[in-house]
Every structure is written in C-alpha cells, then in structure tokens.
T-cell receptor, first 115, second 114 residues
C-alpha cells in the first residue's frame, strides 16, 4: 500500500475564513478523491480530483465552495472556502489505482472545527 | 445513481459470537463490493472485498457473501474479539477501465463485549 499523508491533521478556524488541506502520496496513482465524514456519519464523496484539469464534483458540492487542485499524480489540495460551523467535519483524501490495482485507500483525515 | 443501505446501524455481540452486517444496493450494474473497518479516530481500512463473479470470499474469521439476484451482500465475522469493535462500512461501485466511485452504506457500529 501507499503512504498517504494529509496536512493539517486538525484545525480550528473562524467562520468566513478558508482552509486548504494538502494530500501527498508517495507513489503515482490514477485516481484521487476527496470525501467528507461528518460526526458519526458515513463517507460522502465531494469530488474526483483530475490531474491537470478541473475536478468533477458530486451533487451538492460546488467548485466555489470546495476548490480542488491536482497538479500531478501524487498531490492534491482541497480548499474549504468561506467556512461556517456546518463545515465542521473530517475531510479525507482517497486514492485508487496504486500499482495498477483498484483497491481504494484513505488518508488519515483532517479534522476541521469551525467556530 | 447507486444507493447502498446498510443494517443494522448498531450491533452488540458477546465475545466469541458471530456478527452479520447486511447491505443492499440499487444499481444492478455494480460489480465491486468492498468492506471497510474504521476504528475510532482512524481512517477507514479495507478488510475484504468481493466481485460479482463470485458468491463468497473468506479471509480467516471474515467472510463476505454476495447475492446478485437479490442485490445484497453481507459481512460475516466469526469468533468475534474485542478488537473487532469498530464501525464497518460496505460500499458498491461499477468497476471499469475509467474507474468509478464507491457509494458507501451508512455504517454499522459493532461492539464486542468481553
């Protein structure tokens, strides 16, 4: 499996501000995703991070609120913009296509609290 | 799109007993069904998966069964241990060369009492 790191691991932010979360993988992967997991809830896909092009967003998520970058096959960022307390959640990057396989792995997550 | 339902939402068993978690899916084209275990404060970890060309898969104390006709699949844990206590998520996806996104069930909180 790959080593997946996320920064920051947690943060407490004021409403109206923005936070950028970084995801770094130690190997090239085909697909990278960003998920949100609200307290006690399941995993909800925010978007697929496409290398070199705009991300593909799921219903209910928009680029203005969650801009995503993926400049290469090992790195992606998710920004949570103009935050409100409802954005308090764990954000996880995820990847698939490691070494040609199709198992999906998850990063350690970023715990965000918005006051 | 795909919809995955998972039952029960919580499950409490005595150590040594078996635990069964069930999921149903809506899209008959789904062909890949992984199960993840998430311990408190940790990331989800894949524990077993099954593809639609087989009906059952086992790995030590864990097994998964798939009924394509009924569109449901189940996770079976035998001889449960306290370290099996966690939240378990099922998922479904259509696996093709373009890749596809996993749709997750709502999760089952399993508590194994010593």
């Amino acid at each position: 499996s790959a080593v997946i790191s996320q920064k920051p691991s947690r943060d407490i932010c004021q409403r109206g501000t923005s936070l950028t979360i970084q995801c770094q993988v130690d190997s090239q992967v085909t697909m990278m995703f960003w998920y949100r997991q609200q307290p006690g809830q399941s995993l909800t896909l925010i978007a697929t991070a496409n290398q070199g092009s705009e991300a593909t967003y799921e219903s209910g998520f928009v680029i203005d609120k969650f801009p995503i970058s993926r400049p290469n096959l090992t790195f992606s960022t998710l920004t949570v913009s103009n935050m409100s307390p409802e954005d308090s959640s764990i954000y996880l990057c995820s990847l698939r296509g490691l070494a040609g396989g199709d198992t999906q792995y998850f990063g350690p997550g970023t715990r965000l609290t918005v006051l | 799109g795909e919809n995955v339902e998972q039952h029960p939402s919580t499950l409490s068993v005595q150590e040594g007993d078996s635990a069964v978690i069930k999921c149903t899916y809506s899209d008959s084209a789904s062909n890949y069904f992984p199960w993840y275990k998430q311990e408190l404060g940790k990331r989800p970890q894949l524990i077993i998966d099954i593809r639609s060309n087989v009906g059952e898969k086992k790995d030590q104390r864990i097994a998964v069964t798939l009924n394509k006709t009924a569109k449901h699949f189940s996770l079976h844990i035998t001889e449960t241990q306290p370290e099996d206590s966690a939240v378990y998520f099922c998922a479904a996806s259509i696996d093709n060369n373009a890749g596809n996104m996993l749709t997750f069930g709502g999760g089952t909180r399993l508590m194994v009492k010593p």
